[in-house]
């Protein structure tokens, strides 16, 4: 199956608000190291979690995720904090879509907010047969979504060019910026 599911024809279009999702979790013991600061490898599952339920929102079926282009921590977590992801989509194309994910951490004893991490993540919708196909369009309703769906096209013709240089260095031989 290569097409949408009701017999090819191209899928109506979504909104960011049909996909969006803000979840929380507590973080425990379990989740940090003996300082009782968590661990980022929580913190980024817990990203790609939420990152997962917005395109599986926006698609309704199977997705995976291709890549985090980028991750950055601002502020530590720690044990007893409310992890609060906030993620939307930014961008979508024919069958994949960036999602970007806001990471804050609540000290529920002070209400204090901080941001804590920001991530930009790629999925790929599957068929049936794990082959990827097509996802709905997205609908761009206020400035602040143009505005990131714009920045988005950015780092996506970024992630392009570098995935062509790396496709290029595979080859022996071929990479200008490879030690000889």
């Not at 190291?33 to 980024?44: F, K, L, T």
Request: aromatic letters at 2%; proline letters at 6%.
């Amino acid at each position: 199956m290569t097409g949408w599911a009701n017999n090819g024809a191209a899928p109506p279009p979504k909104t960011v608000s049909q996909s969006r999702v803000i979840m929380a979790h507590m973080m425990l013991p379990q989740d940090a190291n003996p300082a009782g600061i968590v661990h980022g490898g929580v913190v980024m599952k817990h990203i790609d979690d939420a990152a997962g339920v917005v395109a599986l929102r926006h698609t309704r079926g199977n997705v995976v995720t291709a890549s985090i282009d980028r991750l950055d921590f601002h502020t530590p977590v720690f044990i007893g904090n409310l992890l609060i992801l906030k993620a939307s989509l930014n961008l979508v194309g024919t069958t994949s879509m960036e999602v970007g994910v806001c990471v804050e951490s609540e000290d529920l004893k002070t209400g204090e907010i901080r941001h804590t991490a920001s991530a930009y993540l790629t999925f790929v919708a599957l068929d049936e047969s794990h082959r990827p196909r097509a996802v709905p369009p997205l609908l761009l309703e206020s400035d602040e979504e143009r505005r990131r769906n714009r920045q988005a096209q950015d780092r996506r013709r970024l992630r392009l060019a570098e995935k062509s240089h790396e496709t290029t260095c595979r080859t022996p031989g071929v990479c200008p910026t490879a030690q000889r």
